[in-house]
């Protein structure tokens, strides 16, 4: 059976004809699509002219009905990229006829991508249901490729591990929606932002790299939870001034106030004041309220130097048992009077940081385990050294005193807060304080975990030297 449709055979246009059946086999075409090849095209099957990413989009085609029509673009054999109508023409008993009307729109396409090459934005296309893609340079310098990204398991390759699964997800969710953006990290810490669209059973991304936004925005997250975080010691040293202060002024004032109204009209003959007993235990209480006023005054200062780092120098290279010995030293008065034991497991490292700071960090939490030790019990503290990671130590403080309940694992790190009462144990509650401090200042971390009874252990990191 011959078909002729002179009306569609364009030999002198730069439109393209294709007729075939629907067995794929081609039965009519144009000059202008011969000219393309060097082999004869009747009777071969239109795989032979199209690219292996056509094939999924050609089956497609091929289930169109009678008078039906799709707009797509197609890839030749010779790779040159077409413009295609494709209609269902005919459908006689089990035979339909298929005509394609294309035009080559390769030099467009490498015009367009030249732009994304210079402006080095990316263009990437996926064929849906296929694991082929195709990218521009402007992709693969994005990615960090050195050649085209040709498949989509390839593609996912590039993504960071922990994004990729995500990644993926994302992809196959957006697909559903025709049109979607989503962000993503990369291996080589580039953050890129994909555009995509569904056109034609194809995936069509745009890329472009969005580095620079990402890391302005996570500074300013970091810089956001600093000023929280002020904010918070703001309120916390309003509170200190407003009431931990208050109190031992309200002491002297108090009691200076009882003196007065006590020996104001008691006089000896010669008009001097007569001060008893009574008036002498005012005046040891005046002066004690004085002494707390004047701890409390040191270790806000204390606190505030921990939280500046006044002429501390944090890149200093030291050996971590200097700074334990330099501790040592300050509590020379309290380890001899306390029958206390300190052990260390292993070898100290070398670290980075500041020795004075950190002997500072040492002197507090030994000095808490020999306040808060248990009844006649020697005071146990054992440090240990483990390597947490290949820039970090994890340092832990064990002891065993009287531990404290893990509610107020938060709470004793903030200044002036106590777990007892000043007539229990002596102290301002700003030691663990300065330690947080401290450690902060390092950019470190710190946390602590205790059983009543049992004993408390207190970690924080350092940096490797």
């Not at 050996?319 to 040592?328: M, T």
């Not at 385990?369 to 006649?376: D, L, Q």
């Amino acid at each position: 059976m011959t078909l002729t449709y002179s009306q569609d055979m364009f030999n002198n246009s730069s439109l393209m004809f294709l007729l075939i059946d629907n067995a794929g086999t081609i039965i009519q075409h144009n000059n202008s699509l011969k000219k393309r090849f060097d082999y004869k095209l009747i009777g071969k099957n239109i795989n032979n002219i199209f690219s292996n990413s056509c094939i999924v989009l050609l089956k497609q085609s091929l289930k169109l009905s009678f008078n039906e029509t799709i707009k797509c673009e197609l890839i030749l054999s010779s790779d040159k990229k077409v413009k295609a109508e494709i209609s269902c023409i005919k459908e006689k008993n089990s035979i339909k006829y298929f005509k394609f009307y294309m035009y080559d729109i390769s030099e467009y396409d490498e015009k367009f991508q030249m732009i994304f090459d210079v402006g080095e934005i990316g263009m990437w296309q996926w064929e849906i249901g296929t694991d082929l893609t195709h990218s521009c340079d402007g992709m693969n310098y994005l990615f960090g490729s050195t050649g085209e990204i040709k498949s989509y398991t390839e593609f996912l390759s590039f993504i960071n591990r922990n994004e990729s699964s995500r990644v993926d997800a994302l992809i196959k969710e957006g697909i559903k929606k025709n049109k979607f953006r989503i962000i993503f990290k990369l291996k080589n810490e580039k953050y890129i932002s994909l555009k995509c669209k569904v056109y034609h059973n194809t995936l069509i991304g745009i890329a472009w790299d969005i580095t620079d936004k990402m890391v302005n925005v996570k500074q300013m997250q970091i810089n956001m939870k600093k000023l929280e975080q002020n904010n918070e010691e703001l309120e916390q040293f309003a509170y200190i001034a407003s009431h931990d202060l208050r109190e031992p002024l309200m002491g002297i004032a108090g009691f200076a106030s009882l003196f007065k109204r006590r020996y104001e009209k008691s006089l000896d003959s010669k008009e001097n004041y007569i001060i008893d007993k009574k008036g002498m235990s005012y005046i040891d209480i005046i002066l004690e309220s004085c002494k707390k006023m004047s701890l409390k005054m040191d270790d806000l200062l204390a606190w505030s130097r921990a939280a500046r780092g006044d002429n501390e120098v944090f890149n200093q290279i030291f050996n971590l048992n200097d700074a334990l010995i330099e501790a040592k030293f300050s509590l020379n008065g309290k380890l001899s009077n306390s029958d206390c034991q300190i052990s260390v497991v292993g070898q100290m490292p070398n670290v980075k940081g500041s020795k004075t700071m950190i002997a500072q960090v040492f002197q507090n939490i030994i000095g808490n385990a020999i306040k808060y030790k248990k009844e006649n019990q020697p005071v146990k503290i054992e440090i240990n050294v483990k390597t947490l990671n290949e820039k970090k130590y994890l340092i832990s403080i064990k002891d065993n005193g009287i531990g404290f309940d893990m509610k107020h694992a938060k709470r004793i790190f903030t200044a002036f807060q106590r777990l007892h009462a000043v007539n229990e144990y002596s102290g301002t509650g700003i030691g663990l304080a300065i330690v947080k401090k401290i450690i902060e200042k390092h950019g470190e971390d710190i946390w602590a975990t205790s059983e009543i009874g049992i004993g408390s252990i207190f970690n924080f990191t350092l940096g490797k030297a």
